[in-house]
């Protein structure tokens, strides 16, 4: 018995050791990519009391400079982010006084969680859909309307299907409401701008990917059985050609969370995006350097989550992380 | 296959055809209504009265010591009782039920009146000279601070240099609030909101004060309900209010929307009651509509060309005022601001006054006096005076423009044109990002900037007393602005002012543009909304009838 659970333990060993390793690697991304957050962000000319305070006398631009410490070299200002950063304190906005930067990626991060997980699950059901039922029609009609949905919608911007959606939805048939998050009905229309792109995105991924599984000898070896075409598809096909999009997936999801600027703009959803990007425009030093330690983790962890995903599908990769490790 | 494709491509064309076709069919039939005017009271009253209005971004705070914009100023005024208002351009009774200004000016008493907060405790004197002990505060306050530093010690205080508590702001009892000025003020009320603030709302929620619906009390018009950031704040009447009798909405709610397509499709649909519209092809659709009408709004902002005086090639006044008057102030306001605006020939915009005279229509417009003068005639005048040989097109100036996007351009590149063609100068357009930054430190040579103003033209006027973003020197205009500024004779304030406008604008220390104005397009159930730039009333005066 014990030498059956030390059997397992050896086995499983080298794939603590690489997820340990792989760990340590995520907290040196992380700390380079706060690192240049933080230098770019310094380096763009201006402050945030001069971004968001029209007619400011000089003396109150200065006064305010020297209560947060911005007048001080921009070295000694990254030393007290870090300390500040490593007692797990994210810091507060300065655009909104008052809102902890965690409590803004509690508050508002699920509402661009749901919205763009609702809209990533559409999309990539139906993109998945598409692409495979494109493959097996290759070069016959469903093929081109698949791949020519697919090119538009990766290629019109996303603000322009959204205004166009919310201008022929809510004021020519006014079907839906203009803007704001009261429920279900207001979910309609974003949701829908943003399951365009993961939609086409998938599609054209998917299509390819079955492609490639097509011309594999296991599936020639498969038809040489005599299994049924069905059998073919779905046990040998869908399956191979899934393994790719795992990836992809887990950093779609990863996404999800960082909400999009332009659909929470323009349909007034109070989401992480928005503060994302205005923090910038802002100067909202803090806020923009706090979503990126977040966002920057959440990424880190679903490549993670992937490749430990990919070594339980899929041998031959566990074998080569015990190499390398 | 490919005839698939094809007939799937023209049927889409067709489809779209007949949309535009059924567009264009609509938009003739429709009557050109000619535009509606503001609808006169007739007496009737919905009764329901609510109304749906817009910002276009999230307030930053509405707590009133800390709070950054104009947005969340405008909220504040809707629920919380400042001891004066502004209505109609005149400073009136909010909080305070009367107020005593001593001979010298210099001390302030007011008269609280019996009001609530919506808990239903009083207001009192305590309440007010906790706000600005907390603003003088430098632990949390720094926003709007420099407006009270008339108020004894407070700028002390906002540096460190003595406790908060020694300004001079006196609660004398619940209802008598005694201020002291360190000279005297004529412009103090018109300038600043004493706005209460209630000291236990402060120790209950520390620094989380004013970030959320339910951390603070209100003690105005309105009080607030919800507060979606981003999305939706949505307020209702506050029944503890003193004058709730004449607050005839029941509830509102401020829609936040940054996008411009969203902000119209929202008005005309009608989720919104009321918006400002300032691009023209908007403009002209709602102009369409007989259910609507305009307002225009002359703004308390002059859009300016600033020159930097310490440069060699600006610091002879000719040459800068070829440059002013070589701008054809109408074409700018047609193209750079959609036709809205008034050509300015002054600093003060119209809606300013001194004591209750109308500034502007009391006071010529001080470039007026040179219009007749040839910009290219002055330009070689300057450039001779200031030995700059006498060449125009040897010159090269630099034009620092801050609006990058493909409609910024266009602009900068009107100004570049004119200057070019009237003086033969070379301009080279720095388009930059942090231009504001550029011309506060003096490294540019020709700016564009934009100035609002407060009731009284002081604040404007007192921009240039040490040079401002033009490095212009100048002891005897800074002299005639403090001057005027601490003297409480309207006569003489009027003019000191005046003299000091002549003298900025003669010298060209800057170039007046243009007086900014926008539209607002309303339904025409709503009535009441201030068109009075200064006005600080909040929503209190609006209502609606046969919604």
Redesign the interface.
Known sequence: MQTHLHRLFESWMPMFKYILKRILYMALVMWIVTSITFFLLHA????PI?A????L????RQ??LV?YGFDQPVGKQYLMYLKQLFSGNLG?SL?????KVADIVA??SPVSALVGGIALAVGVLLGLGCGVLAALKR???PD??VM?LALLGTTIPTFVIA?VL??AL??TW?VF?????NGARYLVLPVICMCVGPLATYARYMRSSMLDVVNQDYILTAEAKGLSERRIITHHMLRNALLPCVTMICVSVAGIFSGSFIV????????LG??FI?AISDRDYFVVLGLNVVLTGIYVCSILVSDILLMLLDPRIRTVGEEAA | MKKTVTLLLALALILSLCACGAQNAAQTTQPAAAVNTVPEDNGTRDAEQFINALITSDPSTLDCARFLGIIDRNILHSITEPLTRIENGIVTEAGAESWTVSDDGLIYTFTLRENRWDDGESVTAADYAFALRREADPANAWSFASDFFSIVNFEAAYNGEVSPEEIGVVAENDSTLVITLNAPNPAFLSTVDIFPCRESDVTACGDGYGSEAGTFSSCGPFKLDTWVHNSELSFSRNEQYWDVKNVQLSRFTYQIIPDESAQMASLENGSLDYATVNAPEYAAKFDARDDLYVLNITTDRTAMIVFNCEDPMLSNAKIRQAFSLALDRALIIEITNGGLGTPAFGLVPTVCYVGDVNFREATAEPLLELRDQDPAALLLEGMAEAGLGSDPAALTYTFTWRDTSAAGRTNAELYQQMWEDTLGVKIEIDFNESALASIRDGNYQIGSVGWGSTYEPLFQLSRWSTGGQSRWVNADYALLVSEGSASMDDAVRLANYQQAEAMLISDAAIAPTYYNATQTYAYSYVSGIPVNPFDTTGLKPLFTSDR
């Open positions: 763009i000319p201006g402050d001069t968001m305070v029209q007619d006398p000089e003396e109150t006064a305010y209560s507060q655009r909104y006084p008052g809102r508050n508002y070069d016959r009609w081109r309307a020519l205004s919310q201008y809510t004021v006014p409401p203009t803007t704001g998050y929470e703009s323009i349909f007034s959803l109070p989401g928005r503060y205005s």
